[in-house]
């Protein structure tokens, strides 16, 4: 603080000034809706940064699966491949698309296929281990980022992915069974001229390509 005119400070020890506290119900009052003002500020200031720590939440988090949403992939993608460029090390991605989603929604409702997303999201993430990272990129495409992985051992975890998702039961609200489905992958690694936007890319066209083969299964991307 600071004031507008010279002026002495006045400086009391505790016992003092509780004793002059006690002596004047006035400042008695003052200090009571001080502490209550301070106690409110308080609970706005944790108020405020829940709220802030749930909006973060929720702006990178998907609501169907509960995965990382498209924004936080962004980010995360850029730091790990700047990461491994400069380190010189290896970075695999996966991009990943249901086959036959839009045959499965039109046969079986949007609902079925928001449990299939749902129950595909579940078995990547769990079959995943630790620092191996997925976010769903937008409607029934799922990318998946692997650190220090190289492109054979991305197509490990690709088989491994598409081997959980045939073996995973898709359910009802209700219990009720629904019909299988199946993914296919394509596996890019990266190089030292990528962009996050040439790696997606590089891996995308190799989903394609798995995808005219005939689905459920992985395809490495033919880089130079």
């Given at each position: 603080?600071?004031?507008?005119?010279?002026?002495?400070?006045?400086?009391l020890?505790?016992?003092?000034?509780?004793?002059?506290m006690?002596?004047?119900?006035?400042?008695?009052?003052?200090l009571?809706?001080?502490?209550?003002?301070?106690?409110?500020?308080?609970?706005?200031?944790?108020?405020?940064?829940?709220?802030?720590?749930?909006y973060?939440?929720?702006?990178?988090?998907?609501?169907?699966?509960?995965?990382?949403?498209?924004?936080?992939?962004?980010?995360?993608?850029?730091?790990?491949?700047?990461?491994?460029?400069?380190?010189?090390?290896?970075?695999?991605?996966?991009?990943?698309?249901v086959?036959?989603?839009?045959?499965?929604?039109?046969?079986?409702?949007h609902?079925?296929?928001?449990?299939?997303?749902?129950?595909?999201?579940?078995?990547?993430?769990?079959?995943?281990?630790?620092?191996e990272?997925?976010?769903r990129?937008?409607?029934?495409?799922?990318?998946v980022?692997l650190?220090?992985?190289?492109?054979?051992?991305?197509?490990?975890?690709?088989?491994?992915?598409?081997?959980?998702?045939?073996?995973?039961?898709?359910?009802?609200?209700?219990?009720?069974?629904l019909?299988?489905?199946?993914?296919?992958v394509?596996?890019?690694?990266?190089?030292?001229?990528?962009?996050?936007?040439?790696?997606?890319?590089?891996?995308d066209?190799?989903?394609?390509?798995?995808?005219?083969?005939?689905?459920?299964?992985?395809?490495?991307?033919?880089?130079?």
């Amino acid at each position: 603080m600071v004031a507008d005119e010279s002026c002495r400070l006045l400086v009391l020890d505790e016992e003092t000034m509780w004793s002059l506290m006690d002596a004047s119900p006035v400042a008695r009052n003052l200090l009571f809706l001080l502490a209550r003002r301070v106690r409110h500020g308080d609970a706005l200031l944790v108020t405020s940064q829940q709220l802030q720590r749930q909006y973060e939440h929720y702006s990178t988090t998907d609501a169907l699966t509960g995965l990382y949403n498209r924004r936080w992939l962004d980010r995360t993608l850029e730091r790990q491949m700047e990461r491994s460029q400069r380190d010189n090390g290896d970075l695999a991605l996966l991009v990943i698309d249901v086959d036959s989603f839009k045959g499965y929604n039109d046969g079986q409702g949007h609902v079925a296929g928001d449990h299939a997303l749902y129950t595909i999201a579940r078995t990547v993430r769990e079959t995943l281990r630790p620092g191996e990272i997925i976010a769903r990129f937008g409607g029934d495409e799922f990318v998946v980022v692997l650190p220090d992985t190289d492109a054979d051992g991305g197509m490990a975890v690709g088989e491994r992915l598409c081997k959980a998702v045939v073996e995973v039961e898709v359910r009802a609200s209700d219990g009720s069974p629904l019909p299988g489905i199946t993914i296919s992958v394509g596996v890019a690694q990266i190089t030292p001229e990528d962009t996050a936007e040439k790696l997606i890319e590089a891996a995308d066209r190799a989903l394609y390509s798995a995808k005219r083969a005939g689905g459920n299964r992985v395809v490495k991307a033919d880089r130079p």
